[in-house]
């Protein structure tokens, strides 16, 4: 063929032309062998087309098109048409007639390997027209070639099915070829006169249409997460309540949460990388769907707390100081484990049970998502310790780690009781397993130089309350504590006079300074020699933080 070219013998370039092309007939190969092949034949054709365009332009044989059609074999011939066709739009004054020509032959192949890839040839071959097509031309036509193309690729995709016996390798199969469907939708978000508007009106409910014409898993999976990837993200702000609705038809198998995900991770970038701002309705309307969807029990536990997971990290990234939106997001979890808990259908799928590893981790991030923000004000959202109680301890701890981070991170200063003992509660988990590492006990002693408030006395008295509910734990949270409790109280006895009256006066005797100091040393026996001989006073270190402000304010 490239010989033919070389001597401009058009008769004999379509003659090979018509013989490398017939390979593509062939039935006794795999899909993955198949697109090996198309690929092969793909870069001959390009060359083809480059070698037919220097002849036309030559000889401007006025009968190719016409005569290509008369070839026996219709593989060869579509091929053939197609590459000739684009020729002749880049030649004429009515480039649309060629594509829509060539669109209408494709009909005649409803193999669904051979048909795939001569549409997907097509897709490729009417780029550069599509781009350069008069303005004149309405965008719906353009669209329209596009959006057909779509539909008849997604069927014959589709039917691949039944080309392929194991399971696992049809799944990996079809997905390895998931991108040349995938085209349509990447060309159709690049056309000029897609405008929101337009693809509110024209594009989107074909395309949607076209996803939920077929009950195919894996097509609609794959379709709805490109219709995501393939259009700007201001585009799905527009039309969120028409894209929440339609995954709510989408079939059982579905995994609507990862589909939700993208989505949600597209709008988190739109609001990330512009000045636009979320909207509260953005949030109602997220949350009606998430609680809809629940009514409808159509997916298992896991799913649905992994769609309430991505929904709490959206929320605290766009509504991150809002308690009342976080706190119906945790209610909604909390409602959700309730009603699975309760309900005595599915009991034999994992899926559905609150033990199970993926669903605990799913409760772990919703629940530790919000600290990073709210610190110890997240103690104040009702829905946060009942949900957090329904973890097994072993479990509560990831999040009592994630709270000392947060208030360490935040410098948090724990000034009244009440909410000491509230924190107290709640990393209760971190001192009461056995399997601590010292990194995470290190956070404990961290956390009492926090302590503090504007009354030494009241100081003391919460210091004393944290050490008092530490009693009890294993020798390496002490190993961590006992010497920065003891430089904390040295600490705060050294800034004021005062303190000493109120020691030496208490009635109380685990308030007294000789009561506790006598605890501590009790417990000091657990320290090596070596950490006695190190005990130095240096509280910057120890809390990695400037704490000279609290100082003068003590």
């Known amino acids: 063929m490239r010989k033919a070219l070389e001597a401009n013998s058009l008769r004999e370039v379509l003659k090979h032309s018509d013989e490398m092309l017939s390979e593509l007939r062939i039935d006794q190969i795999s899909p993955k062998e198949y697109y090996s092949l198309f690929t092969l034949a793909f870069d001959e054709l390009s060359h083809l087309q480059n070698g037919l365009s220097i ?6 044989p006025k009968t190719l098109y016409e005569s290509i059609q008369y ?44 048909g795939l890839m001569l549409r997907y040839y097509f897709l490729k071959v009417i780029k550069e027209r ?21 539909k008849e690729m997604n069927s014959l995709w589709v039917r691949i099915n039944s080309l392929i016996d194991d399971r696992d390798k049809r799944k990996s199969q079809r997905k390895e070829l998931s991108m040349l469907v995938g085209e349509n939708l990447l060309r159709l978000s690049q056309l000029d006169g897609v405008n929101i508007s337009v693809y509110q009106e024209h594009v989107l409910p074909e395309i949607i249409k076209i996803i939920l014409s077929t009950r195919d898993l894996i097509s609609q999976e794959y379709l709805f997460e490109c219709l995501l990837l393939a259009f700007p993200s201001i585009f799905h702000l527009s039309t969120l309540e028409t894209l929440l ?7 059982r198998k579905v995994n609507i949460s990862l589909i939700i995900a993208k989505l949600l991770e597209r709008l988190s970038q739109l609001f990330n990388t512009s000045e636009l701002k ?3 309705s953005i949030f109602e309307t997220l949350l009606k769907f998430a609680e809809e969807l629940i009514e409808q029990k159509k997916y298992s536990l896991q799913s649905f707390l992994f769609l309430v997971e991505k929904l709490m990290s959206f929320t605290v990234f766009a509504y991150g100081n809002n308690l009342k939106f976080i706190e119906r997001v945790l209610a909604l979890a909390l409602s959700l484990c309730n009603l699975f808990s309760k309900s005595t259908e599915n009991n034999s799928n994992e899926k559905n049970s609150l033990s199970d590893s993926k669903n605990l981790d799913s409760m772990i991030n ?15 959202l009702p829905s946060f310790a009942p949900l957090l109680e329904l973890l097994p301890l072993s479990y509560q701890k990831p999040v009592s780690v994630n709270t000392l981070k947060s208030l360490i991170k935040q410098r948090t200063i724990l000034v009244n009781e009440p909410v000491l003992l509230v924190l107290i509660r709640h990393i ?20 009492i130089h926090l302590i503090d408030s504007p009354s030494p006395k009241l100081t003391l008295k919460l210091l004393s309350s944290f050490h008092r509910h530490l009693d009890h734990s294993s020798p390496l949270h002490l190993k961590y504590i006992i010497p920065i409790y003891i430089r904390r109280l040295l600490l705060l006895i050294r800034q004021t006079t005062s303190l000493y009256t109120f020691i030496s006066n208490s009635n109380n005797t685990e308030e007294s300074l000789k009561h506790r100091f006598s605890v501590i040393f009790e417990k000091a026996s657990y320290l090596d020699q070596e950490e006695i001989d190190n005990f130095e006073f240096d509280p910057q270190t120890d809390l990695d933080i400037d704490i000279s402000n609290l100082i003068n304010e003590v």
């Open 130 to 150: 599509v781009e350069t097509l008069d303005s004149n031309i309405p965008i719906q036509e353009v669209i329209n070639i596009f959006v057909s193309n779509l």
């Open 428 to 447: 209760y988990p971190l001192f009461a397993t056995i399997d601590t590492t010292a990194e995470e006990a290190a956070l404990l002693g961290k956390v």
């Open 278 to 280: 979320p909207d509260n």
């Open 71 to 114: 070839s026996k074999k219709i593989i060869p011939r579509l091929y053939l048409l197609i590459t000739v066709g684009a020729i002749e739009a880049d030649n004429c004054d009515e480039p649309m007639k060629f594509i829509k020509d060539s669109l209408n032959m494709l009909k005649g192949v409803q193999h669904p390997l051979r």
């Open 366 to 380: 919703i629940l530790c998502n919000p600290l990073e923000k709210l610190s110890v004000k997240i103690f104040r």
């Open 55 to 60: 002849i036309y332009r030559n000889k401007r």
């Open 245 to 251: 609705a339609s995954v709510k038809d989408l079939g």
